[in-house]
């Protein structure tokens, strides 16, 4: 606990020192995203001339954040994700950030927010599940009139971030304290947001069915420590009472190609959902393109109590491991392929061990007004228990153009389980959890940006999704029901 109350000390001076520094605007430089108010753009000067920026300080920090990335440390070093996930080098980093350090601290801010409404269709005909169905989840089957909710909620998350160059003998250091914060708890009510096809944790001592759950108050609180080893090698570590392990790409709420979509992947469960996880310990070994990473951590998912630490039954011990291998070639590619083992996850199955494995690609194209951004995820999880196979494939893309203009596009195929029909099987009330198929999923969005306060973007826009449902859940969702969001999004910016 010692380390959870100085870590939390240091996150609220962290957010304060943000606030006091934000009088100090920073020019735009490469590699960040920062839209102007639409004007005819100015001419940048070079990285040497700007103002404030001494490029004779040994701060490591501040160089590694004022340099746009190039490189696989140079990304590592920059820690603009969650946990220690890495995406490609070219990618723009979207955060305020203080022109001049704070006493020896380089200081920066990211955050998203989403106001969002949401309208769904899907409407089953009056024939029951397939008997088989039926028979093997052991229970009699009723037929609901009508699936899909609407509501209007807000997803969001800021996260406060300081480096201070920490050297060890004459090899160049980095400490990093991080934290986010979400106030889901807060604006997503009842538990979770309408959302088809979506499963996973619970609401109210129930499985969550169509709906996504929110995050909890505190996503991250961690403390980081970069240390070169030689030019092209770096060791990393990372500590986290609250923090994201060595598993799988990006979560979806932080990686470039799903910033604009405001509803969850179908395959979060699958592929990333481990980005909130309880006692954190994860070393990583990097040399030059390539790096290697091995957490600790405790398996079980957070529970309902979202706006503090909340113990599973048996407190939070370290009791899962992962290992993630990642490669980044260019500048503009990454990939990485993940393995797990994780202690009994979920809440409604205790005692049930699962095996998890992912692989994703990114690839970025930055241009001059412009940028493109793309993502390929396999998630694969497997009951240790029963042998159950889940998988999900994921496709994402965002194109930014003529700087303010964003449009987007996710593909999913992701298996979904008899979960969804619980409330189906009122004579049985918990049955067998078994595959029923996959569920394909596509969506397109747009929106347009606007400079609405000092550091402050705003963007107003839609998004249109279309289902596919297998034959299991024909009857119950219909064979294509569809979805529609409008929101405004908000953005910190430099």
């Given at each position: 606990m010692?380390?959870q ?12 020192s943000?606030?006091?520094a934000?009088?100090s ?7 960040m995203e ?24 040994s701060?490591?920090s ?6 746009p990335?190039t ?8 820690h603009?994700?969650?946990g220690?996930?890495i995406?490609?080098p070219s990618?723009p980093?979207r955060?305020?950030m ?10 920066m801010?990211?955050g998203?927010?989403?106001?969002a409404?949401?309208?769904q269709?899907a409407t089953?005909?009056?024939t ?8 093997e989840?052991?229970?009699?089957c009723?037929t609901?009139d009508h699936r ?5 909620f ?5 996260m406060p971030?300081?480096?201070?160059s ?13 934290s ?13 947001y309408?959302?088809l096809?979506q ?6 001592g ?6 996504q759950?929110?995050?909890?108050f ?6 980081l420590?970069?240390?070169h080893?030689?030019?092209h090698?770096l ?6 009472p609250?923090?994201d ?6 979560a979806?709420?932080?990686?470039l ?6 509803i969850a992947?179908?395959g ?5 959902s481990?980005h909130i996880?309880f006692n ?9 393109t390539?790096?290697?990473e ?11 109590a979202?706006w503090?630490?909340?113990?599973s ?5 370290v009791d ?5 291998i990642?490669?980044?070639p260019t500048a503009n590619?990454s990939a990485?392929y ?7 996850p ?9 095996g998890?494995?992912t692989?994703?690609?990114m690839y ?9 951004s793309?993502t ?5 999880t497997?009951?240790?228990k029963d042998?159950s ?18 449009a ?6 992701a298996d979904?389980?008899?979960e969804?029909?619980l ?10 959890e078994?595959?029923l198929g996959?569920?394909?999923a596509?969506s397109?969005g747009?929106?347009?940006?606007y400079r609405?306060?000092?550091?402050l ?14 034959d299991?859940?024909?009857s119950?969702y219909?064979?294509?029901p569809?979805s ?7 953005r910190i910016?430099?």
């Amino acid at each position: 606990m010692k380390l959870q109350h100085l870590l939390a000390s240091a996150s609220a001076l962290l957010c304060l020192s943000v606030s006091q520094a934000q009088q100090s605007p920073m020019p735009n430089m490469p590699g960040m995203e920062m839209h102007p108010p639409a004007q005819a753009p100015k001419q940048q000067k070079p990285m040497q001339d700007m103002p404030g920026m001494d490029m004779t300080d040994s701060s490591m920090s501040m160089n590694s954040m004022m340099k746009p990335a190039t490189t696989l440390i140079d990304s590592i070093l920059q820690h603009s994700s969650s946990g220690t996930t890495i995406e490609t080098p070219s990618e723009p980093m979207r955060m305020w950030m203080s022109a001049t350090p704070r006493r020896g601290w380089s200081l920066m801010l990211h955050g998203d927010a989403f106001l969002a409404d949401i309208q769904q269709h899907a409407t089953g005909t009056p024939t029951p599940p397939p008997a088989a169905v039926c028979t093997e989840i052991a229970a009699a089957c009723i037929t609901p009139d009508h699936r899909g909710t609407d509501k209007l909620f807000s997803t969001n998350w800021v996260m406060p971030m300081g480096m201070h160059s920490l050297n060890l003998g004459s090899h160049q250091g980095q400490f990093t304290l991080r934290s986010m914060l979400s106030i889901e708890p807060a604006t997503v009510q009842q538990g979770f947001y309408p959302e088809l096809f979506q499963q996973g944790e619970t609401a109210n001592g129930k499985a969550i069915v169509d709906g996504q759950h929110p995050h909890d108050f505190v996503m991250e609180l961690a403390a980081l420590y970069d240390l070169h080893l030689s030019k092209h090698s770096l060791l990393s570590l990372y500590a986290a009472p609250v923090g994201d392990p060595a598993i799988g790409p990006t979560a979806y709420p932080h990686r470039l190609s799903a910033s604009e979509d405001p509803i969850a992947a179908l395959g979060h469960h699958q592929e990333d959902s481990t980005h909130i996880a309880f006692n954190v310990f994860t070393a990583g070994l990097t040399y030059k393109t390539l790096r290697i990473e091995g957490s600790g951590f405790h398996g079980a998912e957070p529970t309902e109590a979202r706006w503090h630490f909340a113990p599973s039954p048996n407190g939070h011990a370290v009791d899962s491991y992962s290992t993630r291998i990642t490669w980044v070639p260019t500048a503009n590619l990454s990939a990485q392929y993940s393995i797990a083992h994780i202690t009994s996850p979920e809440a409604l199955h205790p005692g049930e061990d699962q095996g998890r494995q992912t692989a994703s690609v990114m690839y970025n194209r930055p241009r001059k007004d412009s940028n493109w951004s793309n993502t390929f995820i396999w998630g694969r999880t497997k009951s240790l228990k029963d042998g159950s196979i889940e998988n999900s494939y994921l496709a994402e893309s965002l194109l930014n153009f003529r700087t303010n203009n964003f449009a987007w596009t996710r593909v999913e195929f992701a298996d979904r389980t008899s979960e969804l029909l619980l409330d189906q099987y009122p004579t049985n009330p918990n049955p067998p959890e078994i595959t029923l198929g996959h569920v394909q999923a596509y969506s397109l969005g747009y929106d347009r940006q606007y400079r609405i306060a000092p550091h402050l973007l705003a963007a107003p826009g839609a998004q249109f999704t279309l289902y596919r449902a297998p034959d299991p859940l024909v009857s119950t969702y219909g064979r294509t029901p569809f979805s529609a969001v409008a929101f405004i999004r908000f953005r910190i910016s430099q």
